[in-house]
Structures are given as structure tokens and as C-alpha cells.
């Protein structure tokens, strides 16, 4: 096949070191020993089980309110229902706390290799079920990764928000991860067919998504979980995304360096 025409990125995984996993785990436990102490009791709940095994396997890259689901399913909270938008707005307050602190990073291997994708002429677009993603990139300045000029696209003041082509983070959609709904709407909007375009994912369910929607899947392993993302069906799997052979794209093809 030709090069790529398209490249998909998810956020919290991939491109920053998010405080959602945090902000999940501590805004259960103050819920617990709260509002919802007279209830813990009857749950399989301890700050010690909310792992981040749980959190990666059960929670990562779904929308909040699927998320909050997952995880008071997992530990038995009773009266789901109306506990789930308790935690779920309960969660949004501490994360949008976390982030004014500063709380968050990005993956400088990550920025560069979105840079690079974007600098060898591959439009990109970000696509995340969490609705603070543009928050997030819209705090990563990239003056620090183009010093020497490399990248023309790149003018003073410019944050990671803007160097993607299309943003389709935080949308409502009828369907969530692993249904390839998000991608197959970014890939419509950058205007190329789902073959042609890769898919950049942290976790699994975003890889099944991926591969459901018929796009190159690359697995970027920020939990211990290289076996877990391969065995869902992803090209390829790296820690570090500057391991990724740039000339690779330009053939169609998800190699590493080495």
C-alpha cells in the first residue's frame, strides 16, 4: 500500500500523563469515607483494591459516565444509578483541581513523534473520550521541541491543541470505545478512508476500536501492558513512540527502528 493519509491519536495515555486514574481512585475514596460511608460497608470497596490494574482494564479510555459505571459495578456499589452521575461529577471537580495544579505531563516522545508525523506531511487529528482533553493539550507549549526551527508549522505561543488538523475529544457519541464510532468520525473529517490512517492507543479497548474500524492500530505501552495490547490485534506495541520508524509511514507500514 502507499504511506499513511491519516494519523488518529488518543490523549490521556498517549499524549500526556493525565491525573485521571488519580482522580478517579481519590474522589471514590473521599466518597466513601463521606457522603457514601453509611453504604461502604455493603461494597467490595478498599482504597487498597482500586488498582491500576482496575483502572487500565476496566476504566481507561471510556467516557465518564461509563467510566463511574465500570468501576461501581466492579466494587458492588448499591443504587447505581443515581450514585454514578454523584461520582462521576465528584471525579470531573477533582480532575479540573489536579489540573490547574499542573498535575500533568506530557510524553515528550509522544509530542515529537506528533510533530514529526504532522512535519512529513500526514495530517492528525485527536480523538479522546475524555471531555478535558483540549484542556489538556491546550497546556503543553511547544516552544521547548522546535528550538532549532525544525518545524515551520510550529509559531510562538503555539500549544499542542493547534497542531492538529481535526479534534473530535470529548464529543458525545452514541457509541463508546471498543466501538470504532470516535475514529471512523475523525477519519471522516480529515477525509480519508479508516485503511489508510493509523490509530495511536494506550488501551485496550481503544486497540479493539482501532481494529474494528479497519485502521493500523500502534500500541503505546505506558502500564506494563506490551502482551495485553498485542493480544487485542495492535501492529505494533512500543514504549516509546520515538522507537517508531518514521520512513515506515511513508510506506503504509507500523515498524520500529530496530
Known sequence: MSGFSGAIFDVDGVL????HEEAWRESLRELMEGRWSDIAGQTSYSPEKFTSAVYHER????????????????FGVPDL??????YGEHKQEMIIRLISEGRFSAYDDAVRFVLEVKHSGIPVA?????????????RVDLGRFNTDGRYAFVSEGMTLKDVFDVDVSGRDFAQ??????IFLTAASELGVEPSAAFVAEDAVNGIQ???AGGFAALGVSRADDVDALAAEGADVVVTDLGDIDLGGLQR???VTTS
Open 16 to 19: 500526556v500523563d493525565s491525573p
Open 252 to 254: 503504509g507500514e507500523l
Open 59 to 74: 476504566m481507561s479510555g471510556k467516557p465518564r459516565t461509563a467510566g463511574a459505571t465500570a468501576a461501581l459495578e466492579y
Open 126 to 138: 485527536s480523538a479522546s473520550s475524555s471531555k478535558n482533553a483540549g484542556l489538556f493539550l491546550s
Open 209 to 211: 476500536a482501532a481494529k
Open 81 to 86: 444509578e443515581r450514585r454514578v452521575e454523584e
Open 176 to 181: 463508546g470505545k471498543p466501538h470504532p464510532e
